[in-house]
């Protein structure tokens, strides 16, 4: 009997793996087709070139973002979106919370939106979920959560950053929360990374707020999330406890003057730029490999260039899919800023790019590799000195295919020269790339033998990467 019940377990154990190698893995090598509805879906109305009255500022420096954050949380009076891939450990993190549920205290509406696997509400943080669920003016959800019977999903990640406060204020870029990306002190493993602040005066006018606040809507509201059940009786406690000692840590940062709580000087908005248009580019909400609408949104833009393609990102992918999507003009510099071998904190990601490096290079790429202090982790395009992109998009097949991801697609000279000025200050601490580039830090040596290794079998994973 005990062997029939061990060969029976045996069985649907192997045909589980089976099942996940088939629908987590192979299903997504199949030949890619799209209609052009589906591949226009969330393009209308984002890429207008309608006048506004939106502002922007480059919050590039981690913690004057945190800062700025904090800020317009400070300031709420009605409603606050948050919407994050992840909350990560630390004390900006455990502040930035407290400031959400004092706005939550003074009967503001705050709706928190994080992954279904990342989120990293465990640990110190476990108790967030239990606090935010006996809030009556909190709630909380989760896109995507596991699940088992549908592997299938679990690619699909929430990977947009978006902060909305009464569609007076947004913020959008590649910072999750967290000491890696917003302390004043920085960690060990910090990361340089760029937010986009959205000011808009005038609530009557158009503004991409309101494309940022419908996406969000649709986000929330969407089958694929989950709403987080409020908590048992006996669960209460807890989470009645953790908002005290939430509420303790920020006041006691408010009376010991922490930089990180204090409001800021209204000077601060008087450095914001008037666009001439901001437009709010997504991803559309579906599964497996989805419409590359940004990616499209992107090289359609780029096929248009005059003189200059500047690209920031943590590292590059592009995949024979997306390339189908590209067209370079030889007489347009395209211009690659991305980690070195001895930077980057993401060896699988970055072995996908090793293998493409060379490639990217014969296309016309000048590239340029960033040899620290830290790493780089914003995403950003700037074209003719003109257009600017700010988000969460990478330049990976991941992005392009199944993520859902958010950017600012901003119209301003005058913006575009700030985003470049910063970009240009890490392309001064690279090292540009040529066939013969090498490694002689020995300190990397490992590191470097491992990625170039694991860049040999990154076809085995690239598309996910």
């Known amino acids: 009997m005990m062997l029939m019940l061990k060969g029976v377990l045996l069985t649907a154990i192997l045909l589980y793996i089976s099942y996940v190698f088939f629908t987590a893995y192979l299903l997504f090598f199949l030949p890619l087709s799209y209609k052009q509805e589906d591949s226009d879906l969330h393009t209308t109305s984002k890429t207008q070139d309608f006048a506004n009255q939106d502002h922007v500022l480059l919050l590039e420096n981690g913690f004057e973002s945190g800062r700025t954050r904090m800020q317009i949380i400070q300031e709420a009076k009605t409603s606050i979106d948050f919407v994050s891939y992840s909350v990560q450990k630390g004390q900006t993190s455990h502040l930035f919370l ?159 003057h922490v930089p990180f709580v204090q409001p800021l000087s209204q000077e601060w908005k008087n450095k914001a730029i008037k666009a001439e248009h901001v437009s709010f580019l997504s991803n559309p909400l579906t599964r497996l490999n989805k419409p590359p609408t940004m990616w499209k949104t992107f090289t359609k833009l780029a096929s248009e260039a005059e003189s200059k393609v500047y690209i920031q990102t943590p590292y590059a992918i592009p995949t024979k899919q997306m390339n189908k999507y590209v067209e370079m003009d030889s007489t347009v510099s395209w211009v690659l800023l991305t980690n070195s071998i001895q930077q980057t904190p993401n060896p699988m990601a970055y072995s996908g790019y090793l293998s493409k490096r060379e490639a990217l290079s014969d296309s016309g790429f000048t590239i340029s590799e960033y040899q620290g202090p830290h790493s780089i982790h914003a995403k950003s395009f700037v074209i003719d000195d003109q257009m600017s992109m700010v988000g969460s998009f990478n330049l990976d097949a991941r992005s392009s295919f199944l993520n859902t991801e958010s950017a600012v697609l901003i119209n301003s000279a005058a913006f575009a020269n700030k985003l470049t000025v910063e970009m240009d200050k890490k392309a001064s601490k690279s090292n540009p790339f040529s066939k013969d580039t090498s490694t002689n830090d020995h300190e990397h040596v490992v590191k470097a033998l491992a990625i170039k290794a694991l860049s040999k079998l990154s076809f085995l994973w690239r598309i996910f990467l």
Do not use: C
Request: net charge neutral.
């Open 98 to 256: 407290a400031a959400l549920f004092e706005a939550a205290d003074r009967g503001v509406h705050v709706r928190v939106l994080l992954d279904g696997l990342f989120h990293n509400l465990h640990g110190d943080l476990k108790e967030v979920k239990k606090a935010i669920a006996v809030h009556p003016n909190m709630e909380l959800r989760y896109f995507e959560p596991f699940r088992p019977f549908k592997p299938w999903s679990w690619h699909n990640r929430l990977h947009d950053k978006l902060l909305l406060v009464d569609e007076t204020y947004g913020i959008i870029g590649g910072r999750n929360i967290g000491d890696k990306y917003l302390s004043e002190a920085p960690p060990k493993d910090y990361v340089l990374d760029r937010d986009v602040l959205i000011y808009h005066k005038d609530n009557q006018s158009k503004s991409s707020l309101q494309e940022m606040k419908a996406y969000t809507n649709e986000l929330w509201n969407h089958p694929f999330t989950q709403v987080e059940k409020k908590n048992k009786s006996k669960d209460q406690r807890a989470g009645l406890a953790f908002q005290q000692d939430l509420n303790d840590t920020y006041q006691k940062a408010k009376n010991d």
